[in-house]
């Protein structure tokens, strides 16, 4: 049995390219009680192998959430597979607006505690009293509803490049982090107003609208499928759009646009820009948004130092590496203090707070 990938990501992008064949980019989640999760991940790994599929998939007892690149051509193969498993049989795909073939190069079916690292004691609340989930139309109505605060479920980094109009963006590194700020802000509002929450694909509000009702919020809603869903629905109904600017995802493509609308900023100049770049130091590898004439001027780089760096041989730069782990600034996302204009959203998020009179 072959269970690991046997091409690089650099071979596989030369296959795919020879290939010329049209991929989708799909993911899709669900919760379900999975007994025995490694046997169903070399399962998946083998069939979706022999497919072709490619992408990162994790596995709980809980169970799953899939982000995957799948031939066309397969499409209806890989369906039928899906529908083959009782508790994928119709679930729903999240299909990527922008097609891109490039979106995963390999395919990693892991087994984790948790579908997603929400930081939650599952054990405490009830995660199956969730909140009313909403279609794109129902979601739009809520949004001119003076009674709704909406909610952005994600993370700093992802709401700063798009985000739906008059949400709240909690200026935030991680899911856990924002159920706590967003509690204590809405703290007197439990009942009489309305929780509108959303994320990229739904899953995050999955676990977040049942741990709100747990709180004590009244009205609890969830936009069904996230951004995603959302999006598709507008384009199929001829739907107003209410989403500003780009959708972060979590492959090689970043972003998705969604409208024409720039509402970040050049984390280097300030000019406007919603690219995400990682640093070109190995070392780094920093994740902050970059326009092109700093990209071109800095080299890919997050700082002169780095970009010094990537001038030295590469020996050199391997043996500055060793020892070292990764540079902390990987996981601060956008955060290093010598980017003169990644903003602040704290202050936003105070503001909001104060100018705002739903809140
Ligand atoms: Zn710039
Ligand atoms: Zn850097």
Known sequence: MQL???????????LIAQAGKERLTIS??????????????????LTWDTLDVLGRIYVAHEGINAQLSVPADNFNL??????????????????????????????????RD??????????TFDVTNKGIHVEAEQFNELMDDPNV????????????????KNAMTPDVDTFRESLDIIEADLKDHKEDKKLVMYCTGGIRCEKASAYYKHKGFKNVYQLEGGIINYVRQVQAKGLENKFIGKNFVFDERRSERISGDVIA????????????TNCANEACHLLFIQCDACKEKMENCCSTHCQEIIHLPYQEQKALRKGQGNSN????????????YKKDLRNIF??????????
């Open 4 to 14: 690991y990938n046997t091409l690089s990501a650099k071979e596989r992008a030369e």
């Open 28 to 45: 899709f989640y669900k919760y379900a009680k999975i007994e025995n999760p490694e046997i169903f991940r070399d399962h998946l790994f």
């Open 78 to 111: 890989f369906k039928n597979h899906l529908d083959s498993i009782s508790f994928l049989e119709n679930v729903r795909l999240n299909i990527a607006i922008e097609h891109d073939n490039f979106s995963f190069l390999k395919l990693k079916v892991k087994v």
């Open 114 to 123: 948790k579908i997603v690292a929400d930081g939650l004691n599952d054990e």
């Open 149 to 164: 605060i909406l909610v952005d479920m994600r993370n700093h980094y992802e709401s700063e490049i798009g985000h739906f």
């Open 265 to 276: 900023h050049c984390h280097q100049c300030g000019e406007p820009a919603d690219l995400h």
């Open 329 to 340: 600034d990987i996981f601060n996302k956008g955060r290093a203090g010598h980017l003169p």
């Open 350 to 359: 105070e503001n909001f707070k104060t100018t705002n009179s739903k809140v």
